[in-house]
């Protein structure tokens, strides 16, 4: 989960496990269950949307799921 009172929004960016690799990804809607609509840009790959995406249950990356990226 994100840090506190972190919530999902239009136009933030996440990361988004596609296979073994960690994308980079756009929220473009949010959805009343709490899932949401990204847009992936996956390295070397043409972008591509994906619907009624989950956030991972913990910080580790989990394949179809998002993540909050890591504060460095």
Known sequence: MG???QKP???RAVHFQHGTTTCAA???AVNPDGTV???VKPPNEHPF???NVEQAP???PEP???NW???V
């Open 3 to 5: 840090p506190p009172g």
């Open 9 to 11: 929004s239009i136009g």
């Open 26 to 28: 756009d929220i473009l």
């Open 37 to 39: 609509a990204l847009l």
């Open 49 to 51: 949307t994906t619907d």
């Open 58 to 60: 913990t910080e580790a």
């Open 64 to 66: 179809a799921k998002w």
């Open 69 to 71: 990226m890591p504060r």
